[in-house]
Every structure is written in structure tokens, then in C-alpha cells.
């Protein structure tokens, strides 16, 4: 069962930015100023620097398959079903340990309040949040743009009121331990940009996906970036080290210093508010990968299940709940340093798609959204996040290669005797090796992805070119043999005996040129009969010679049909017109893989349709 697009743009802005302001920002500087000192507002924009720049890249896939899913169903696509299942398997885990990173924070803040353990206020806040999201995907996305409205609120406060607080004195030195701490202590704090990566999981839930999800995307990147930054110049320059360093409650002490118990209390509600929608969110998009990788039969059937009144994947939600719950009793720096360390995998792993995906000529990989400065961008991210990884030590190694190995035994056990998804992985080693590898069952599922992403809705002309004759002619042709082919093709579907067509297509062409460019020609007759209509498609490589003057034209629609549907006749070649004009027509139509990517062409372009 398929789920409705529900989603707008302040939802996708509310999931990131409430997926990223948490913990991140309300515990962790603490830890994160004693390994770098005053500096760790560098490591906090470092992150957020290599998290946009990687960002562009996962927005680039996401708009070319927005589906449920996120980095799974792209990677999958681009890499294969084995790599697709790590990523799917890794993104879940990291979400799920970031929500208990949330609910961590929050039950440490509850028990200031309230005389209960933490680990039993942590365990009624996971529940609370699956309940929230087992009722209804809009109402969990609803409830997050009021709470974050209400926390940016609440964190511009802190900055406004804290600024004229701040002491220079802080700030010396600015790096009391070195270089390679900043940039290592970026990689500890990489998680709390995570929310990110969170929104591709529900871009088949988001309407108008290819609008919408770079703006929201971009839009959350950079304000959680800026108020990350201002925010920890507050509490260093307020704190100073000896206060700050290891604190678990860096924001609150801060506010308390120049603001009081009221100051205390505000930023006690922010970060409650900010630990409950990342962990709303956390479950709303980790359960997202399970659905996805079970729609596929990677993972047992029961996780795509999706409750028919409330549109929500309800086994998926539940296991996810599941895992959070047990891990709330892990230790804060492993929840930590195993989060981000996936988090930075899934970018390298999201750059390295784009890669395989624009260089394999996959045809109708059709993104909304193109990172710029390709491919320097993307090898950038990769390298930079490599060093990240380096940085970051031998705990993160360990934890890599632990998840690496579960997720491909859970592939190699479970999912690899079931489904075999063509990738475009293949599409490029096939184009390297010249063998034959791929069925086209890619290229057809990201046409109907791209169906559903544009909400195009087919009409006459589209229905004609799913049945139409495709001809593809690899030599020079004179205009008359190519015509006897033409006819021979269509005369069965419309009726009529093939010579005579010949005739009539040869006399049309004598009466007056079809040659519309130097490269189309748009042949077109009218026969006996009532009610029928058939288009052909050509494509001659090498040119077929109408005229002296029109020695090679590559592209060539012949319509042929009764008098009677002469409107039909007037819509096709007011198509055909439409579609040819877009840019970068020719170079798509001369590179096209065989007779089905040439109708692909022409069903996918761009035109405005008449139902």
C-alpha cells in the first residue's frame, strides 16, 4: 500500500530542524569545549559546513527518487541492493540512537524537576512518541512545526538577552589543546546535524518533492547552523571553561549565570521541547527505512505494513520504538560517537551515488535539484569526511566495521535469496565492459518515480507513444526506403495494406517539405476510415537524406490517422513541438540506450497536457 503525499515545506523544515536542535546543541557543547576549547564554535560550523556542502548531494538524489525510504532507496538504486540494505540498516540505527541521545537529554532535565529515575522518564517519553506517530504522519509533522516555532523562539531569546554578557576574556586561548582537536571534536559533534539526512526517509510523503525538499533542506541547514553558533559563543563567553567544560547542561548553566532561575527555567522548556521532537522525529523517519527496505523484500514482510485508517507503517514505528527503548541504557559518548560516525558514512556513501548515477547515463536519473561543481563537490565531501572519520579515532573504526558487517550479514542471510534490484552500478560497468548487464527494469522504475513526482497524469498522446512503432536506424537512409520501413511497421495497427501508405507518405513529402529543423522531420498523412490514429518514432544515427537541403535528420514522428481526428493530429504535433524544445533534447535523444529509452524520452518531457 502506497501513502499519501501530506507533507509541505514548513513540515520539512520542522522534521530537520527539530531532527538536528537537541542534545546537540543543549548537552553536548559541554563535552565538546573541553576537547577544543572556545574554539569549538569552529567545530560546531565545520560540521555544519561539510553537512550543507554534503547536503547538496542528498538533495540531488532525493528530488531524482523521492520516495519513502531516503538514503536507502537512492543508494540501493545507485549501488545495488546490498549496499542499499547497509545504508538502510546503518540510517535506522543512527536515528534510532539519536532519538535516545534525545530522550537521555530529556529524562536528565526531567529528574532535576522530578523524583523519578531517569531511565524510567526516558522509557514513558519513547512511548509517548510512538503513540504520537502511530496516530497519523500529519499529525506527528503537525505537532513538530509548533514545537519548533515555539524552541527558535525560545533559543533567539537566550542569544538576545546572553550577548551583552559574553566576556573576551573566554576566548583565551582560542585553542588551549591545538588544530587537530577542532577539527576532530567537528566529527563528535557531526550528529547534531543529522536531522538532514532525517528528511529523505519521508520524501514520499512530501508534496510537490522537487520544490520543496531543497528549500526546506537548505533553509533548516542554515538556520540551525547560525543559531548553533550564536548560542555557543553565548555559553563560552558567559561559562567560561572552568564552568563549561564536561557540563551536561552547558545551555541551561549559561541562562542561570546572566539570567537567573527564569533563565533557568526557559531554556529547561527548550531543551524539552527540542528532546521531544528529535525523538518524535527520529521515530517518524527511522521507521521510514524498515518500510522501505521490506517493501523491497530485503527485510521480512511484516515492517511494510501500513494501518489502512491512519496511513501510518505501524510494525515499523513499533520496532523502532523497540530499539530506542533499549537504547536509552547505553553510555552517552558511545550513543554519540556511533551516530555520527554512521551519519558521516551515509554522506560518503550519498556522494558516491551521484557519482555512479551521472556517470553510468542512466536516462531518466531526472533530479529537480543538480549539485553544482560536479564531480569536485562531491569528492570534496568524501575526502573531508574521511579525515572526519580519521579524526574521530579507533572507537569510530570499531563501531564502522561492527554495523558494515551486520548489515551485509542481514543482506547475505535474508535479503540476497529474494531480490535482485538492477542498479546503476551495473548501467556503469556495463558501459565500461560492454557487456550486456542490465534489463531496463531501472530505467522504468525511475520513470514511474518521476510520474509520480511530477503528478503527471496521462493522456491521448502519452497512451499513443506507450503502443506507438519505434524504429531505430543505425546507417545513412534515402527517404524512400525509410518510408517502406515506416510503412511496413504501422500498417498492421492501422488497417491498411503497407504500399499504399508508402505512397502516401513518399506523395506528402514531394508535395511539401515535413523537414521542420535540420534534425526533425515530422511526416504526417490522413487516411480512409473512421477513428484511428498511430504514431511512429524514428531515430536514424547516421541521418536520413528528405532533401538536398535536408540531408540528415535524426529525429523523425510519422502520424498517421483519419480525417475524423484531426484534433487528435493538431494535440501530437503541438507535443511533439513542446517536447523537442527542451533543452538538451537532441544530446538525450542521440544517447539513448535502445527503442524503449527513446519513448521514455518523449513520454517524460516536457509539455503541458490536455485531458
Known amino acids: 500500500m502506497t501513502q499519501k503525499r501530506q507533507l509541505g515545506l514548513i513540515h520539512v523544515f520542522s522534521i530537520a530542524c527539530a531532527a538536528m536542535i537537541s542534545s546537540g546543541i543543549f548537552v553536548l557543547p559541554g563535552m ?36 519513502v525510504g531516503g538514503d536507502y532507496f537512492y543508494i540501493s538504486r545507485g549501488l545495488g541492493p546490498a549496499a542499499g540494505t547497509l545504508a538502510g540498516l546503518l540510517s535506522w540505527f543512527s536515528l534510532a540512537l539519536k532519538s535516545a541521545f534525545a530522550l537521555i537529554g530529556l529524562a536528565v532535565l526531567g529528574a532535576e524537576f522530578v523524583p523519578v529515575n531517569w531511565h524510567i522518564l526516558a522509557a514513558a517519553a519513547c512511548l509517548i512518541a510512538v503513540l504520537v506517530n502511530l496516530y497519523g504522519t500529519r499529525e506527528a509533522a503537525s505537532l513538530q512545526v509548533v514545537l519548533v516555532a515555539a524552541l527558535i523562539g525560545l533559543m533567539l531569546s537566550f542569544v538576545v538577552k546572553g550577548m551583552g554578557h559574553v566576556s573576551v576574556a573566554n576566548f583565551t586561548p582560542p585553542a588551549p589543546h591545538g588544530i587537530r582537536p577542532v577539527i576532530s571534536t567537528a566529527g563528535f559533534v557531526f550528529v547534531s546535524y543529522g536531522g538532514l539526512i532525517q528528511v529523505a526517509s519521508v520524501a514520499g510523503e512530501i508534496k510537490r518533492p522537487g520544490r520543496t525538499i531543497p528549500r526546506g533542506m537548505i533553509l533548516a541547514a542554515a538556520v540551525t547552523m547560525v543559531l548553533y553558533a550564536l548560542m555557543i559563543i553565548v555559553a563560552s563567553g558567559v561559562l567560561g571553561a572552568a564552568r563549561l567544560d564536561g557540563s551536561l547542561t552547558p545551555i541551561s548553566d549559561a541562562a542561570e549565570a546572566f539570567w537567573g532561575r527564569t533563565g533557568f527555567i526557559i531554556v529547561s522548556i527548550a531543551a524539552a521541547l527540542a528532546f521531544i521532537t528529535t525523538a518524535n522525529a527520529g521515530i517518524m523517519t527511522a521507521s521510514r527505512y524498515l518500510l522501505a527496505a521490506s517493501s523491497d523484500e530485503l527485510l521480512p514482510e511484516p515492517l511494510s505494513r501500513i494501518g489502512s485508517r491512519r496511513q501510518t507503517p505501524y510494525m515499523a514505528i513499533l520496532a523502532t520504538g523497540v530499539l530506542i527503548l533499549g537504547s536509552v541504557f547505553f553510555s552517552l559518548e558511545a550513543l554519540v560517537k556511533a551516530a555520527s560516525t554512521v551519519f558521516v558514512l551515509g554522506y560518503i556513501l550519498a556522494s558516491v551515488s551521484v557519482i555512479v548515477l551521472r556517470e553510468s547515463g542512466v536516462q531518466n536519473y531526472r533530479p529537480n535539484f543538480r549539485a553544482p561543481l560536479y564531480p569536485w563537490l562531491q569528492v570534496a565531501t568524501i575526502v573531508g569526511f574521511a579525515f572526519v572519520l580519521v579524526g574521530m579515532g579507533e572507537g569510530a573504526f570499531v563501531v564502522t566495521g561492527a554495523l558494515i558487517a551486520a548489515g551485509f550479514c542481514i543482506y547475505w542471510l535474508y535479503g ?9 552500478l551495473l548501467h556503469l560497468i556495463e558501459k565500461v565492459t560492454a557487456r550486456e548487464l542490465v534489463t531496463g527494469t531501472l530505467e522504468h522504475e525511475l520513470k514511474e518515480i518521476i510520474r509520480e513526482r511530477d503528478e503527471i497524469v496521462q493522456d491521448r498522446f502519452d497512451r499513443l507513444v506507450e503502443k506507438a512503432v519505434v524504429l531505430d536506424v543505425a546507417g545513412p537512409m534515402e527517404v524512400e526506403p525509410f518510408f517502406e520501413q515506416i510503412a511496413e511497421r504501422m500498417a498492421g495497427e492501422l488497417g491498411i495494406e503497407a504500399q499504399p501508405l508508402k505512397e502516401m507518405l513518399i506523395a506528402r513529402e514531394r508535395a511539401g517539405s515535413t523537414v521542420l529543423s535540420a534534425d526533425l522531420a515530422i511526416p504526417h498523412v490522413v487516411i480512409e476510415g473512421h477513428g484511428v490514429f498511430e504514431i511512429a518514432i524514428a531515430r536514424c544515427r547516421d541521418g536520413v537524406r528528405f532533401s538536398d537541403k535536408n540531408p540528415h535528420v535524426t529525429t523523425v514522428f510519422v502520424l498517421v490517422g483519419t480525417a475524423n481526428l484531426r484534433n487528435v493530429h493538431l494535440r501530437a504535433l503541438s507535443a511533439i513541438a513542446q517536447i523537442v524544445q527542451t533543452p538538451g533534447f537532441e544530446d538525450r535523444w542521440m544517447a539513448a540506450r535502445n527503442e524503449q529509452a527513446l519513448k521514455d524520452l518523449v513520454l517524460l518531457g516536457k509539455r503541458k497536457r490536455l485531458h
Open 32 to 67: 565538546a569545549h573541553a576537547m577544543a576549547g572556545p574554539a569549538v564554535v569552529v567545530s560546531y560550523l565545520l560540521a555544519g559546513i561539510l553537512a550543507t556542502v554534503g547536503l547538496l548531494s542528498i538533495v540531488e538524489l532525493t528530488t531524482a527518487m523521492p520516495m
Open 416 to 424: 540476497r535469496r529474494r531480490v535482485e534490484k538492477e542498479s546503476a
